[in-house]
């Protein structure tokens, strides 16, 4: 046997099946209900021979090394920091909350999209992450999760998801049909590449989509979102009302609060001229702070000012309960390994 892939998780059933050669038919069915189903690491897949998962286990890598693992909030955030087989890194973040647990993903090594208050932004891009590479830290995160089943999965990590359409909406499909996660319990956040949303429209499952918004007006979202020069707020628009009217579902904004910046009356009321009609609903978050961007979040009163105003003009608005942000696993935050100190937990 060779080996296939950068992740276990990337080939598919076909692939499987040719790398399982002369086997009985049957074991293509315990192979995959061990890796998807039960989801464990392949050598504890004790329906295979002993003999066969050696085999499988060398032409079938793992692609996550630990690097590093920390825990904040009590323990109901843990965040790891991984190494990929060719050295690149990135971090996928475990939340548990009252009624749910959630698992935010990278989509890339490092992210061009070049935000300027996000740290991810701030470094770079370095390459677009496989179908595997994906779903197999949905994986890694259930094992650890344990009695907590895993309900939702967010591509909310490092990178732009819909800048790596293909690997994402392969990560989409296997998450869905192979470890049984709903459509309404997958959600893929973007900066707002228009031909990316209508093609995860076009994809046919009523998957939830989050606008990373922080501006309502061309001007102020060009500075704040560069990729807004090519796609604007019109076009962008136009793209989530297709989403919506296909879906069923309505569509997220999320907007980062900064302080002098996006956070004054005039942008609630722009902001509350968009999302209403559209029955949107609007992610408040208070702006972590970033290792590149000196502009400060707005303060707490600000905060909740801005939501009072939305709410009062009719908007459905929350405000992110910030998780990890005394690790770095905050929005915007992760930045894997780059000239960052990764603290183990004491
Ligand atoms: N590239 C996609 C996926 C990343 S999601 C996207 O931008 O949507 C990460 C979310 O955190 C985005 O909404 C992003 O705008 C937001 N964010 C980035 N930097 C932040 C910061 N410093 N504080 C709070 N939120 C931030």
């Known amino acids: 046997m060779t080996a296939m892939g950068s992740s276990r998780y990337d080939p598919d059933r076909a692939e499987l099946a040719e790398l399982l050669g002369g086997e009985p038919a049957y074991r293509i069915e315990q192979l995959w209900d061990g890796l998807y189903r039960q989801g464990r690491p392949l050598e504890d897949v004790t329906g295979l021979p002993a003999a066969l998962r050696d085999r499988l286990a060398e032409s079938l890598p793992t692609a996550l090394g630990a690097a590093a693992e920390q825990r904040a909030d009590d323990g109901a955030t843990t965040k790891w920091l991984w190494r990929l087989r060719d050295g690149a890194a990135v971090e996928t973040v475990l939340m548990h909350y009252d009624d749910r647990t959630t698992v935010c993903v990278s989509t890339q090594a490092g992210c ?78 973007t900066v707002g590449i228009v031909p990316g949303i209508r093609r995860l429209t076009a994809g046919g ?39 919506r009217s296909r879906t069923g579902r309505r569509v997220t904004f999320e907007w980062a609060l900064i302080d002098g910046v996006n956070d004054r009356f005039a942008d609630a009321e722009r902001l509350a001229v968009i999302t209403r009609h559209r029955g949107a609903h609007v992610n408040l978050i208070p702006l972590n702070p970033t290792p590149g961007y000196p502009v400060v979040g707005s303060s707490r009163n600000r905060v909740h000012a801005f939501r009072d105003r939305l709410a009062d003009a009719g908007v459905a608005v929350t405000i992110r309960d910030t998780r990890g942000r005394d690790i770095d696993a905050a929005c915007g935050q992760l930045r894997a390994g780059v000239e960052v100190q990764i603290r183990r937990p004491d």
Request: aromatic residues 6%.
């Open 112 to 189: 061009a999209m070049a935000c300027r208050f996000c740290a991810t932004g701030q470094a770079g891009f370095e390459r677009h992450l496989s179908v595997g590479e994906i779903v197999e830290q949905v994986v890694r995160a259930r094992w650890a999760s344990g009695e907590r089943r895993v309900s939702n999965v967010v591509f909310m990590g490092m990178g732009e998801p819909l800048a790596n359409f293909d690997a994402t909406w392969g990560a989409v499909r296997r998450l869905h049909d192979d470890l049984g996660i709903g459509a309404r319990h997958l959600t893929v956040s």
């Open 205 to 243: 499952l009523p998957v939830g989509l989050a606008v990373s918004l922080h501006a309502a007006d061309d001007e102020l979202r060009n500075e704040l979102v560069p990729i807004n020069r090519r796609y604007p707020l019109a076009d962008l628009l136009d793209a989530c009302d297709e989403h």
